[in-house]
């Protein structure tokens, strides 16, 4: 353990799009059903979904929308009912509202389309410190669900995906390759280390009104 925090500093930060690729692309759900047809993937940086055509060949097209895009919390400019899918990794979290965001990528999804997001998880990334060090820009602090939490800007996720125009079709902390050690580290600096929430929903073709 004081080896891999001695050597923390020299390593490079992990794509968390590519490693989240090594699992779901064993999944039949992202294979064949959530990455199907044209796509856009919200703050993607280098690290987009469009790396991994061969596996995910259902896919047909892929915008990448990054800062110089807009903001991705309105979207605006995307017009309503767009795309076949919408992907997010570690963007919610930058937003100052993630209500609107999810609001705005929900609009642009189309009615029987997948909204997939990933999320750090404020156990396993952020650690009971607020504001993060780990990285200075999150704005919110996301947890599947608790009735108090020791953030003060923390999300409940399932609070968060309790509206009528979505179906959740799959929630889950991603805590598999996470380490229990005493001393603290930002543990997504490692190869395997995802330390975040997923979630995957569908838009529903009859829209509810909220």
Known sequence: ??????????????????????????EPGFVANYFVGSGIDIGCGEDALDQYGPQFPLMTALKRWDIQDGDAQYMEGVPDNEYDFVHSAHCLEHVYNPVIALDNWIRICKPG??????????????????????NTDHKWAFTLFKVESWCPK????????????????????????????????DQTMTPLGECAIEFVVRKRECQQQR
């Open 1 to 26: 353990m004081a080896f891999l925090l001695a050597a923390q500093s020299k390593i490079t930060p992990m794509y968390e799009l590519s490693k989240s690729v090594q699992r779901r692309m064993h």
């Open 113 to 134: 389309g997948h909204l997939v997001v990933l999320i750090p998880d404020e156990d396993l990334y952020e650690q009971g410190v607020w504001p993060p060090n780990f």
């Open 154 to 185: 923390s999300m409940n996720v399932l609070t968060l995906l309790c509206r009528p125009d979505i179906e959740v079709l799959s929630v889950k902390q991603l805590h598999q390759t996470f380490r229990h050690y005493p001393e603290r580290f």
